[in-house]
């Protein structure tokens, strides 16, 4: 339990925030406030939401210059707000970045981590999942979506779980072999399945980059559990 519990923090403060409300408060809200629901639930709008939106996106076109850089800087803007745990902002933000540029495949990393908050790990896979049919090849997209699996094998103890957690983690390596969050996962995966070849060679590889996310906890344990 000592390992699981240190290697869940890991991950956990990654994708997750304080939520002021239940996610049965969420749901019960979302059903009549559309921008709480990704996409605005797919709504037709009123001319005056339309007005809105294009009001909102003629300003940040202004200060970004193109749609997609006002897309990911409205991005940027929700995982703030998502970090104070401000999630009903944090998701109009989200929003308001798919109007700007609806192929925006970081969107949908924005409304799985709502999700994730929330335990939904169905609807999170659902809208990571979505973002890389948009952009295979993202990274962060890959990474967040182990951290489900790893969640998974957490609650579980399959080790199919975490084997596919593995799986994403070498192909978003792959893509981007200088992040450190996908490091130090790898090298949690590999303590799991008790490899400790693989899990001292990415706990290395990420300190070399400076070691922002290695916990002390995890650091003990990989000691401990790993001797070398």
């Not at 094998?153 to 084997?163: E, K, R, V």
């Amino acid at each position: 339990m000592k390992l699981l519990g240190s290697i869940l923090l890991l991950f956990i403060c990654s994708l997750t925030s304080a939520q002021q409300m239940s996610y049965d408060e969420w749901t019960t809200e979302a059903k009549s406030i559309i921008r709480m629901q990704p996409k605005y639930g797919n709504a037709t709008k009123t001319k005056e939401q339309l007005e809105a939106d294009r009001k909102l996106t003629a300003s940040y076109l202004e200060q970004a210059g193109s749609p997609r850089a006002a897309s990911d800087l409205l991005v940027s803007l929700g995982f703030d707000y998502f970090n104070k745990g401000e999630l009903k902002t944090a998701m109009s933000r989200f929003n308001q970045a798919w109007i700007l540029d609806p192929k925006n495949e970081n969107v949908f990393r924005g409304f799985g981590a709502i999700y994730f908050t929330f335990k939904d790990y169905p609807k999170t896979i659902q809208q990571y999942d979505e973002g890389l049919n948009l952009n295979p090849e993202s990274s962060v997209l890959l990474t967040d979506k182990a951290t489900v699996y790893m969640t998974y094998f957490q609650n579980s103890g399959t080790m199919a779980d975490l084997d596919k957690a593995i799986s994403l983690l070498l192909t978003s390596h792959n893509i981007d072999s200088k992040s450190p969050n996908t490091l130090i996962k790898l090298s949690g995966c590999y303590l799991l399945k008790g490899d400790c070849p693989n899990a001292w060679k990415f706990y290395d590889l990420c300190q070399k980059l400076g070691g922002k996310t290695i916990t002390p906890a995890y650091t003990e344990s990989i000691r401990q559990f790993c001797k070398k």
